[in-house]
């Protein structure tokens, strides 16, 4: 079952994800009722989003997918957080204190820059957001080194889930598959968006030397960078 978190709504000075809702309940089937959701699970919009329904349910599930704001703080790693739906920081304590991830064989994290390291003037290398997920038992994360739209990351994920779906015993898709057949289809122009609305901390600065087209920013190589890390991807 796919564990589904998210935040559409403003909070704590963070903009609105409009998309976020229509992502999770395309991914979510939340009743036998429900016509546009892939995989049976439970979901937790805004206000439900919180560090105890995170905790309480997380080891629970296959699949869990937090969709929302993702902020990575350069030489401050311990203040690198994703923004829970009641406004608090789910930060990098937070994530060593869930329980054991080892029943998870997917953590996506719908958010920006939950890939990104750091290194301290030593040289010690420090580890993102997804790390900890990993070093928590789960056994593939998805992520992204860079800011992410927020339409186009709907749609992103939208096609992932739907590939995974299409896995057979006969015809096994793997995660790594799955994510890049949805690359390729936001690459060849399916589902795109020039809105400038992303996932992180971060405003995107329009695209310079296009005076008439300076509202929009390079939406596809952003998804591109959206990457799986840890096993199995083979």
Not at 75 to 86: K, M, Q, R
Not at 133 to 140: I, K, R
Request: proline letters at 6%.
């Amino acid at each position: 079952p796919v564990l589904g978190l998210g935040l559409s709504e403003a909070n704590s000075g963070w903009s609105a994800l409009p998309n976020v809702k229509d992502e999770l309940d395309s991914i979510v089937l939340t009743n036998p009722q429900d016509k546009r959701g892939i995989f049976p699970g439970l979901e937790f919009l805004n206000q439900s989003f919180t560090r105890k329904v995170l905790r309480d349910n997380a080891s629970k599930h296959k699949i869990l997918h937090i969709a929302t704001h993702g902020k990575f703080v350069p030489g401050s790693y311990l203040d690198s957080f994703l923004l829970l739906g009641d406004g608090k920081n789910l930060t990098i304590d937070d994530i060593r204190k869930l329980p054991d991830l080892g029943d998870a064989h997917l953590v996506v994290l719908s958010a920006c820059e939950t890939a990104l390291a750091d290194a301290m003037q030593d040289g010690v290398e420090i580890a993102s957001l997804s790390y900890h997920f990993l070093n928590g038992g789960a056994e593939t994360v998805m992520d992204s080194l860079w800011l992410v739209n927020d339409e186009s990351t709907r749609f992103l994920m939208e096609n992932f889930y739907q590939n995974i779906a299409l896995s057979t015993a006969k015809k096994p898709v793997t995660k790594a598959q799955a994510l890049r057949q949805a690359q390729l289809s936001l690459l060849r122009g399916n589902n795109t968006s020039v809105a400038i609305k992303s996932r992180g901390g971060i405003v995107p600065k329009p695209v310079t030397g296009k005076p008439n087209d300076s509202t929009q920013i390079p939406i596809i190589p952003k998804n591109m960078l959206i990457l799986i890390i840890g096993q199995p991807l083979f």
